[in-house]
């Protein structure tokens, strides 16, 4: 089993930032990349960004190509999702996920194994 926690969402304002963190314990070994998806009120949960933990190779939605960044601490077993020029639309509960094998279906919750309990994100206009 693998254990994830994120941490670091809140409050911002429009065109601000913030950084979120996943921190992952037990069989992380197991695991091939770290992933991030949001789930707004009333929404369903969509993808946000992927990392492959050995390469690198990251993924990203449309909605925040040249916005959000994903990167890993590989001693650490941490991975991150620094989120700039925040907008409205961004608010949603996000959650950071783990897949044992990441593959074509990168964006699809299916991919992914293991999830964390979710962080919120609420940024106002």
């Known amino acids: 089993q693998v254990q994830l926690v994120e941490s670091g969402g809140g409050l911002v304002q429009a065109g601000g930032s913030l950084r979120l963190s996943c921190a992952a314990s037990?069989?992380?070994?197991?695991?091939?990349?770290r992933g991030w998806f949001r789930q707004a009120p009333g929404k369903e949960r969509e993808f946000v960004a992927t990392i492959s933990w050995i390469l690198g190779v990251t993924y990203y939605a449309d909605a925040v190509k040249g916005r959000f960044t994903i990167s890993r601490d590989n001693a650490k077993n941490t991975a991150y999702l620094q989120m700039n020029s925040l907008k409205p639309e961004d608010t949603a509960v996000y959650y950071c996920a783990a897949a044992r094998r990441l593959n074509r279906n990168y964006d699809s919750e299916s991919n992914y194994d293991y999830w964390g309990q979710g962080t919120q994100v609420t940024v106002s206009s």
């Open positions: 037990g069989r992380t070994f197991s695991t091939d990349a």
